[in-house]
């Protein structure tokens, strides 16, 4: 079982990474984006994956000091592939309800954009349909990180217990249809409508939209027939280092 007192000194040790998954246009299919996602290289169990500390990280708080490790992380490796003449790619990262509802979230992001040198539009912070329930704090803390330049992105789309009235107010630039709805989308009939309304009604909103969990051909192709803008999965990739995603545009001519 993971303590606290071993998360605080993973910290300390610098024992965190992070891999990254591709997000494919599927207009173009290429990739465009990353998302980002943290992995605890533990010295005696290995690889320890997300769901076995991030809600002690979130329960402690450790979430905070993590979450900027992580924010500051990802920014730099997008800055470092973009120095190694890699096409420009999208950062997602996520952010906790712990970070989301701190007063210093901006001065954090600010921070950290400006260390990295990264360009704002290049990074897309991930929040949840949860962190949006008090609307007045949620579009204040939106309206100043976007007036950094920054992207927001409602990850898990589709799964929370909040009202749409969100949509209309914030400014949010993307939707990620949580990937239960896409694992049988061309069987279930109530799963393809909710993704094709997803589909028509953010793209009504000016939003765009990317497809969790792709793992099949045919998946892929109804999300491309019905207008979906990108997709992330096991058929394209899974998470991987970064040396990797490297590879991936060195292979590419
Ligand atoms: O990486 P995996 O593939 O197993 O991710 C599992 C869960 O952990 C996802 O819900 C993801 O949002 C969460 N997660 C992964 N990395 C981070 C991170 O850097 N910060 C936060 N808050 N959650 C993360
Ligand atoms: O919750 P969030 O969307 O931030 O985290 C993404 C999670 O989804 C990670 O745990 C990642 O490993 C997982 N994931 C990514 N692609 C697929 C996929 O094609 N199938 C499944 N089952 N999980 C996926
Ligand atoms: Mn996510
Ligand atoms: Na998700």
Not at 16 to 31: C, E, G, K
Not at 32 to 37: D, F, K, N, P, T
Not at 165 to 179: G, N, Q, T
Not at 234 to 239: E, G, H, M, N, Q
Request: charge should be negative; include cysteine.
């Amino acid at each position: 079982m993971v303590l606290e007192t071993d998360l605080r000194k993973a910290l300390e040790r610098e024992e965190f990474v992070l891999w990254y998954q591709p997000q494919i246009n599927l207009a173009t299919m290429q990739i465009e984006g990353v998302e980002a996602l943290v992995r605890w290289q533990h010295p005696e169990l290995g690889l320890v994956p997300p769901f076995k500390f991030i809600p002690l990280a979130e329960e402690t708080g450790l979430i905070v000091p993590l979450g900027e490790w992580v924010l500051r992380t990802a920014c730099q490796t997008n800055k470092r592939w973009q120095e190694l003449g890699m096409p420009k790619l999208r950062m997602g990262v996520n952010l906790s309800m712990r970070q989301f509802r701190r007063e210093d979230l901006f001065d954090t992001v600010a921070n950290v954009l400006q260390e990295t040198g990264l360009d704002p539009a290049d990074l897309e912070l991930e929040i949840t349909e949860s962190m949006t329930m008090d609307l007045e704090q949620s579009l204040q803390t939106l309206q100043k990180l976007k007036s950094l330049g920054v992207q927001i992105g409602i990850d898990d789309f589709g799964t929370g217990y909040s009202s749409l009235s969100y949509l209309k107010k914030f400014p949010i630039d993307r939707l990620k249809i949580d990937r239960s709805f896409v694992s049988d989308i061309e069987t279930d009939e109530n799963d393809s409508a909710i993704v094709t309304t997803i589909l028509l009604m953010a793209h009504n909103l000016r939003l765009k939209v990317t497809a969790e969990g792709v793992e099949t051909e045919a998946q892929k192709e109804y999300l491309k027939v019905h207008g979906c803008d990108d997709a992330q999965g096991y058929l394209f990739s899974r998470p991987v280092p970064q040396d990797e995603i490297q590879q991936m545009f060195m292979k590419t001519p």
